[in-house]
């Protein structure tokens, strides 16, 4: 795993179907994190935002799903939100995949999923 930059890459999703390959947008610095998704008509693919334990949906266009994912990249909670919501911290949480919503079902994205950002 170790730290990752500013940049792009393949989100892997296991499922029992295989596996699922999606477009990555990696935001690790702190401008990055901050900018997100804000703004965006939509999303090509998925976010990842690290290291993160929350998010909100102030000032977006759009509804996203968001997955939490605890330091081995395991799926801890996946939460769609509207805009102008304000998730709640996940205290296992150490990293935010965000996508548009309803996009992370059709990936096998769920609680107990293991994920693999490859760059």
Known sequence: MGRWRDG?????????????RVPLEIASSYRARTRGLLGRESVEGALLLTPANSVHTFRMRMPIDV????????????????PGRLGLPRVRARHV???????????????????????
């Open 67 to 82: 997955a939490y994912l605890d330091r081995r990249l395991r799926v801890i909670a996946v939460r769609t939100m509207r």
């Open 97 to 119: 995949v965000e996508a548009e919503a309803g996009v992370m079902e059709g990936w096998g994205l769920r609680v107990g999923a293991r994920v693999e950002a490859v760059v």
């Open 8 to 20: 792009s890459g393949v989100l892997v999703v296991g499922s029992e179907g295989g596996e699922v």
